[in-house]
Structure formats: structure tokens, C-alpha cells
């Protein structure tokens, strides 16, 4: 259930531990988690994932998004371990949204044109209008 959003990041539903060779192998070189632990019954822990990453070479960057939305530390936070991978990232949560939407908000804090990438987020099924005002307001295009 990967859904690419360009080449440098694709997002995802929940992964477990024992994906993350299969992700290694389709040549993502990083894991980026937008899910709390313990949002969940029956969720796996952020510490086996990163367990499984560090072992299969990716690097592991947390960054939970919980219901109180976005930060701008979060929303760097993303900047950081996109530009730091040096290749494609899978960024998860529960269902790809928080990930897709922070990559977006990350992007516009970089002066990306909100327009790209409001269409690159329908490309790959999410619909980011709702945060049109704030990419425009990250992206310096308000």
C-alpha cells in the first residue's frame, strides 16, 4: 500500500518490523515515523521498526503527529530527515495522510509552490486543499 509521492518519498499505512527488508529492497534508504506509539491496540513499537531499519541499513527518524496537529519543530524535524536520508524515504502513520501532510508542509517551509504540491498529494490520493492557506503561509506565497 505505498503510494508515491515523488522520488524522494512515498507514504504509507502502518509497517511492521518484518516489512522493512522489503522496503530496504525497493530502495528507500530511510524510514520516517509519523505514528505515535500506542495509538493503537496491537500497533507495532517505533523501537522494533527502528530495530529492523538500523539492521537492514535505513536510517529511523520519529516524528509523531498526534490529533493536536502539526509544529513547526515537527514540521523541521521532517526537513531534516528528508534532506539528511540521501535517498527515498517511506514516511508511515496510521493511514499515509499525517505523513503526506507533513512532507507537503515540510516542502512549502522549503518555498515549494503549494500548487505542486497540492497536486502531487492528489496524484497519490490525498487530498491537501485543507492546507492550501497554511502551505501557502509556510511557502511565503500568502
Not at 528528508?82 to 518555498?111: F, I
Amino acid at each position: 500500500m505505498l503510494r508515491k509521492i515523488d522520488d524522494s518519498i512515498s507514504v504509507a499505512p502502518q509497517i511492521t518490523p518484518e516489512q522493512v527488508a522489503e522496503i530496504a529492497a525497493a530502495g528507500f534508504v530511510g524510514i520516517v515515523n509519523n505514528r505515535p506509539d500506542g495509538e493503537d491496540a496491537g500497533q507495532p513499537e517505533g523501537a522494533a521498526i527502528r530495530a529492523a531499519a538500523e539492521a537492514a541499513g535505513l536510517s529511523y527518524t520519529e516524528i509523531p503527529v498526534t490529533q493536536a496537529g502539526f509544529s513547526h519543530p515537527q514540521i523541521d524535524a521532517m526537513v531534516t530527515a528528508l534532506e539528511g536520508a540521501g535517498g527515498p524515504v517511506l514516511a508511515y502513520c496510521r493511514s499515509g495522510t499525517r505523513s503526506c501532510n507533513l512532507w507537503a508542509l515540510a516542502q512549502a517551509k522549503q518555498g515549494r509552490d503549494p500548487d505542486v504540491l497540492i497536486a502531487k498529494g492528489r496524484e497519490a490520493g490525498y487530498d491537501l486543499n485543507g492546507l492550501r492557506p497554511l502551505l501557502e503561509a509556510l511557502s511565503g506565497r500568502a
